[in-house]
């Protein structure tokens, strides 16, 4: 009846919680002491709540009783049903105090924190790279391992990360150009294209010298500048015919020169080039104008 007339006689004496009943201020209890009397006798995970078990014990089952309405995909525990359902309202409540990102779950805003406060708790074993994320020290790591498990199907190029493989896939083997230049309607197949583009309308040069005032547009445009004007950073060197380059990108290009290799094909026609650049320009035979 207590529940009923809103009487709360039982209170917690660690914090300025109450409770209509004694057995809830118990249960609560076990916020405080980190007491988990209900153990799963699969894992060795334990619990404060019956209930709390219950669910967990659907990871062990496979049983996803917590469907979502708007597509297919289901879950073991409630709480996981609530948080995905974020994906379809777009709801964003866990919010950064420090700069204007929001995040649709709490552990997400957890880790971006870490941008804030400069921690990068997972350090490579294999040189000084630090990451805030494990995910990010995971990728990071195919760089020593020589890992690319993202393969193109339409060439013969892999990929350390899936983001890489779909950018190569729109640059090169798609002539789609979604992105237009708001000044001069030129269309574009990144978003990261065309805000390069818009600064030659602009006069933005964001990349600046910290030797001269030289300022540039791209970034590469200024590593390029560091290294033949002041000799800052590495050339990247052809060990066939000991040409130099400041791009990693440029001396893998010439060094197909070397092999006589052309690994991008048009999926046109049975053409094959060396770059990629110049399978751009001739896909444009092909288009329908």
Known sequence: MRAHRGEKPYKCDTCDKVFSQSSHLSTHMRVHTGDKPYKCQTCDKAFSRPGHLNEHMRVHTGEKSYK???CDKAFSVSGNLNRHMRVHSGEKPHKCSLCDKAFSQSESLNKHMRV???????KCDLCDKAFSESGDL???MR???GDKPYKCSLCDKSFSQSGSLESHKRRVHSNRRPYDCRY?????KSKYELKVHVRIHTGAKP????????CFVQRGQLKAHLLTSHNEGTWFTCHTCQKKFSRNASLKTHILLHRRAKP????????RFFTS????????VHLDF
């Open 68 to 70: 979502c309405r708007t």
């Open 116 to 122: 804030h406060a400069g921690e990068k708790p997972h």
């Open 138 to 140: 995971n990728v990071h």
């Open 143 to 145: 760089v020593h391992t």
């Open 184 to 188: 001069c309607l030129k269309l574009f």
């Open 207 to 214: 990349y600046s010298c910290s030797h001269c005032s030289d």
């Open 264 to 271: 991008y094909v048009c999926i046109e026609c049975p053409k």
């Open 277 to 284: 650049e110049k399978l751009k320009s001739h896909l444009l």
